[in-house]
């Protein structure tokens, strides 16, 4: 059955309608908390829709374009009539914003006496014991981890929290938040001594008796299939769970709802064993030499494949490879470990933690079960697949599709499912992300946006490119975007689908801006954190910035700063990841079209992502730079650009420079 599109005529008015009105109006109590709040007809008929989903306890595919101000939509009738409402973000920087501006900015405007708590997973929280014990065995690689110990230490003796998005000075990904938190495996649990006082106990009992609980999609799913970070308990006293960057769940639910193994989760295992032998059990086993066996087959497991980045489907690796010979030694060597650790575990309880640990994990392999010659595993539709990185190996076991997985959690206690974004549909059309989720059959809408895309920007797509896969294609996409640069003057964002892309461009941008004489500045990703790189860029007020898939979305640039944005090619997924392949074998079983139906939509959905970076404000005008010939040569290119917002539309780069010279002028 396709998704509804829209409400149909004859509906009833909802039960909470004329509040929302009243709410969303003019003289409503959000227009003084606001600021330069206006009403927007778009956001108030999606907070009608959400509040008829709240009062009936049913599910919402709602899409919302930039500028509707989804996020008031749905907070200001989960905030008044949501019962117990769990908030699921798809990064951990929007949980931030909506615990600590959306929602008491919205619990204020309507004196809503609700409590509020924030949930996130355990390792963003100091944890008591591994930071004592990091202090005593002093294990500091660099001298950076030596400054950053010392203020977590202070740290950990002012925060009421214990939440490391508090601690700037240490950056978030500094390694040495790896030994100072705790992970599911190495938590001492009720036996720790420091439990009364542990942040990661203290922020779910919070969430427990909270009417709001913040979490992100990582977060929610992790729990839904390791039941570790607290939302099994919190899920059925929920009356509704709202997901915001819905679009992002498929992919999230994908990773948690599989099963990976890591060589690295064994090299940690051994490092732990190690050491706790030696503490608890030195007498007990040649502690060296048990785990040295073990390090070595998960290390040799590793170089059965020479390059540094592998993506192969079991049907890819030879069966005359070393790889599976190599599989069954880790296999034999890490039972000889567990076979030591069971007559010693009794002698304290890290050491019980390790054998667990390690039962997990041979329990992990021996599940890697497969079939070399069937892509996809009979009955339980999992792709087994392999991942190599530079210095460790994964096997992961993928569900084809996580529909039914999910649906599983869905059912039992009634309660309503918000899912919204600002990109689930292609065309209006909500196919493609229902059926990835379940939700076949569930009311969908989209509302659009209140900004008016004819005259605040034009999509341009350039004449006389080569074809994107050709030699030199990025090349030939700065010739055309140079001119359109500087009679922007800077204010750029290039967005690229590879990471080899975003280094030939700043290379090549850097040698022409210096060349040329242009005075702006280059921001690439990956030279500092995408937050300082937002921060330089917003500051510098000229700039061009070079990212790939992080800069696609959740990145928002209001003003002048950013007048054009330049795609270099449709995102695509690539055609050599496993998992995609595997989906396109079974979908063309069933007589559909892979590229149709999955990849098309799934580029487009991204696309939109992109595009949705130009034109954040009402006062915002630009260019969206879209340079794959594709859009124009192939039939399918039309359901590309219909998705897009409605820009005014151009082939002509004169067009596009006068646009910037009298949007320079106006100025």
Known sequence: MPAVVGATPEQPPGKHDAEVERLFGAGGPLGPAVGEYRPRRSQTEM??????????QTTLIAEAGTGTGKTFAYLVPALLWGGKTIVSTGTKNLQDQLFLRDIPTVRAALQAPVSV???????NYVCHYHLERTLQNGRMTSRDDVGHLREISRFLKMTSSGDKAELARVPENALIWNLVTSTR????GAECQYYQDCFVMKARKEAQQADVVVVNHHLFFADVALKDSGIAELLPSANTVIFDEAHQLPDTATLFFGDTFSTSQVLELCRD?????????RDGADWGKVVTVVEKAARDLRLTFPQDIVRLSLPQIAPSSDFFPALQTLKDELDGMLAVLETQAARAETLEQCRQRGLELAQKLSDWKFDPKARVEKGAEAVFWVEAYASSLQLHKTPLSIA???NGQREGVPRSWIFTSATLAVKNDFTHFSEQMGLEGEPSKTWPSPFNYEQQGILYVPQGLPDPNSMGYTDAVLDHALPIIEAAGGKTFLLCTTLRAVKRAAERLRDEFEKRGLPYPLFVQGDKGRTELLDQFRKAGNGVLIGS????EGVDVRGDALSLVIIDKLPFAPPDDPVLAARIEVMEKQGKNGFMHHTLPEAII?????????IRDEGD??????????????PYGKRIWQSLPSFKRTREQAEVIEFFTNKNSDQ
């Open 606 to 614: 991204n696309l939109k992502q992109g595009a949705g970076r130009l």
């Open 117 to 123: 708590a924030l949930l996130k997973g355990r390792s």
């Open 549 to 552: 898939q992080s800069f696609w």
């Open 185 to 188: 495996d190495n938590c001492m």
């Open 621 to 634: 005008r630009g260019v969206l730079m879209l340079c794959d010939p594709r859009v124009i040569s192939k």
């Open 47 to 56: 907070a009608k829709a959400v509040a008829d989903a709240i009062a009936n």
């Open 273 to 281: 064993v190690l050491a706790e032998g030696l503490s608890n059990a």
């Open 404 to 406: 039914p997985i999910f």
